[in-house]
Structures are given as structure tokens and as C-alpha cells.
């Protein structure tokens, strides 16, 4: 089976770092869009940033210029590197991807998700 597992999330102070990860791994053809979403408590789940299949990267206002995202296309990663970190990042990070099996038409799978805090 195919499986997303995120990593490298924990507790930071504002203005710290963190960068997340995120394995595919199984019986994978091809991997197309790969995305970070994010959920606060009480909160809808929103779209954090998106690496497009041609691998342009694209981001939610609230973290235009502190978040990078970036793929590792051999390994199936994809990271984000998450600078200046505020109270209002803290959530559950998901990794999500647009993943073709062989002979079979691609679907969207996500991640367990990984904890991020950051305290004031």
C-alpha cells in the first residue's frame, strides 16, 4: 500500500525553526502534486503549500516569505522549511499527494500528520 509519513514536527519558541518531511513510499508509479496542509483546533483544515507537478511552488498568504517548500523527486520527500514561526502556526501538519499506482489512475493520499507548537 502506498503511505505518506510525516516527521519533524515538536515545540519551538516564536521565531524559531523547523522543517518537516514527508516520505511516500509503496507501490508508487509517478508522484504529482505534493501539498502541506495544516490544522488548528476548532479550525477548518487549510492549504499550507503546494508544489505543482511541475514542481512550481505556491503558498497561503500567511506564509509567504517564511515557509519553502521543496521536493526530493528521487526519494519521494517532499520538505518544508518553516522560518520565524508564530503562536498562530501552532497545528497538526499534513502531508498530502496526488500518487498513480501501476495500471491504475492517480488519487490523493495523506499523511498521520505531525505536531507542531510554538509557544510565546
Known sequence: QVQLVES???LVQSGGSLRLSCAASGDILTIN?????RQAPGKERELVAVLTSDNRPNYADSVKGRF???RD???GTVNLQ???LKPEDTA???CNADIARPFSSSRN???QGTQ???SS
Open 116 to 118: 507542531v507548537t510554538v
Open 68 to 70: 519553502t517548500i521543496s
Open 73 to 75: 523527486g528521487a526519494k
Open 33 to 37: 502534486a505534493m501539498s502541506w496542509y
Open 109 to 111: 493520499y495523506w499523511g
Open 92 to 94: 497538526v501538519y499534513y
Open 82 to 84: 518553516m522560518y520565524s
Open 8 to 10: 519533524g514536527g515538536g
